[in-house]
Structures are given as C-alpha cells and as structure tokens.
C-alpha cells in the first residue's frame, strides 16, 4: 500500500491490514506521531510490526530495520567541517520535520558543527515550509557568503543545486546530499 505522503491515508492502510488479519504488518511510518496509536494497537494484539526506515516515538514495534539517521547527521557535519576546513558558512536544508529521519539527521549535523567556532549556521530551511522556494532563494541570494549546504536527502540536494545554478553560484557553493 502507497499512503503517498499521507499519515492519516496510512492509518486508514493499516487498519484495513487489521481487518485483514495480516500475520506481519511491515510499515515505514510517514512522521513520528500520528501512527503511534493504530501501531500499538496492533503490538498489542501480538502482530509482529517491522518498521522500515522510520521510526515512531514509541518503542512498540518488533523490529527496526534502517540507518542510524544520527550518525548520516553526524557524518555529513564532518564532511562539512573537513570541505571547508573548519572556517565557513553553511546553510541546512532539512527534509519534514516531523519525520525520524530528517530529526536525527539534524540533531547529528547539528552536535558536530556546533563545536567549531568557525563555521556559522547561516539559515535552517525546511522544504516542506510554505514558502520554501522563495526562503531558499532569498537566503542564497542575499548572502553571498554561503560556502556548504547540507541538504537533508538526494531529492532536496537535486533542488538546491539548481536554485544555486540559476544563480551561477553553483561551483562556488558546495552541496551535502544523503
């Protein structure tokens, strides 16, 4: 089943799997919250649930199966560090906020480049903002001083890259994808 971006279109998923007596319910829950209640009712009734990719802030599941999106934050805040040499500007580009993945990939990026004096969060953008568009343009167009971006997933890298080559900034700005 394809909820297509939609948490609530997802709990209606899964309790029609529910209806379906399903042996094993396998799911990569949209955000953190709104799933919580229709997955434990389904722990609770002794189905195994599998998450995939994503987690859910409730440790009510069987198993787990995806990266630690902690350590990819971390990763690409020393990749950051290292491209810049300790000494730049940076902007971040997060994916919805309300989504495991794009949570701990901030609170890792964010743990690392916080310890270095030199490097400056310029801006946080998340591109599920209303407006996101005209923030990221405005941002790169006004502060010629950007040196990284670290966006948040390969689909939002891709983005970005072109915001920044219809600027002509793009071989003066580097991009962090995942």
Known sequence: ?????????????????????????????????????????????????????????????????GASNYEVGQNAGRYAISLLKGKGNLIEVNGLNSASPFIDRNKGFIDIVSKYKGIKLIAEINDHDVNYEKKLDSVLRNRKDINAIFAHSDFIAKYVYEVCKNLGIEKKVKIIGV
């Open 1 to 65: 089943r394809d909820a297509k971006g939609n948490s609530q279109n997802q709990i209606k998923q899964i309790q029609a799997l529910i209806n379906e007596k399903v042996d094993l319910l396998i799911v990569s829950p949209h955000e953190t919250e709104p799933l919580i209640p229709i997955l434990e009712k389904v722990y609770h009734s002794r189905t195994p649930i599998v998450l995939i990719d994503r987690r859910i802030n409730s440790k009510k599941y069987t198993a787990y199966i």
